[in-house]
């Protein structure tokens, strides 16, 4: 039986759309998972919050809440990894005008330059959400990681992917934060939120990863 690697997924925006159409994932080990998971319950129980941690929620508790909770996650050796797509750089005709396509498609991109070179059982858990009637996001990913895992040899195998109720998971908690960090560079909004941002993309450069994409030429 193999390892187990989660990435946990949350976006911001529509790809065409928004300015900025952003995806972020959290990947980290089994043991990982544990430590982050009981280091938020533990902020949790001192703080006596125990509300959802929403980015798009902000207050001055809840300010000092999330700092608090992000501080111990990078005590955790997780990656951050997001992908910022601009809308002048989505061309829809490429994906039949359907804006779920390209999600998808980026989607796809982001979790695959992460995991090409691990060698896992991978567990996805994107964020629920409401997804159009034909839209087969899951199966989607299964297929095409695995195809590219056995077309390029590489070592993964994605066993799962189904989606996570952000309320019930503090991992995908964290990971709407990270991409709300993001999307405060990309789109201010506030002063709050403006310096809550600004103070964990400086001091955890390294740890929160970027790639503004563009098309090829």
């Not at 989505?90 to 779920?100: E, G, I, M, N, T």
Request: charged residues 30%; hydrophobic residues 30%; aromatic residues 16%.
């Amino acid at each position: 039986m193999g390892s187990k690697y989660w990435i946990f997924q949350d976006e911001s925006g529509e790809p065409g759309k928004d300015p900025y159409f952003i995806v972020g994932i959290l990947g980290m080990t089994q043991n990982v998972k544990k430590r982050l998971l009981d280091s938020i319950a533990s902020v949790r129980a001192q703080r006596g919050f125990f509300n959802e941690f929403h980015f798009q929620k902000f207050s001055e508790l809840r300010s000092q809440v999330y700092k608090d909770a992000l501080e111990e996650a990078f005590k955790c050796y997780f990656s951050y990894r997001a992908i910022v797509v601009s809308r002048e750089d989505v061309d829809l005709s490429l994906f039949d005008y359907k804006r779920h396509l390209a999600y998808n498609k980026f989607s796809e991109l982001l979790i695959y330059n992460h995991i090409k070179n691990r060698s896992e059982h991978i567990h996805i858990r994107p964020d629920n959400k409401n997804r159009m009637k034909e839209d087969n996001f899951y199966d989607y990913l299964v297929r095409n990681l695995n195809y590219k895992s056995f077309y390029e040899r590489h070592g993964y195998v994605v066993k799962s992917c189904k989606s996570s109720d952000s309320k019930k998971c503090d991992a995908t908690q964290i990971c709407d934060l990270l991409t709300g960090v993001v999307k405060n560079k990309y789109s201010p909004a506030g002063e709050r939120k403006n310096k809550f941002s600004n103070y964990f993309l400086n001091k955890y450069d390294s740890r929160i990863n970027i790639w503004h994409w563009k098309p090829r030429k």
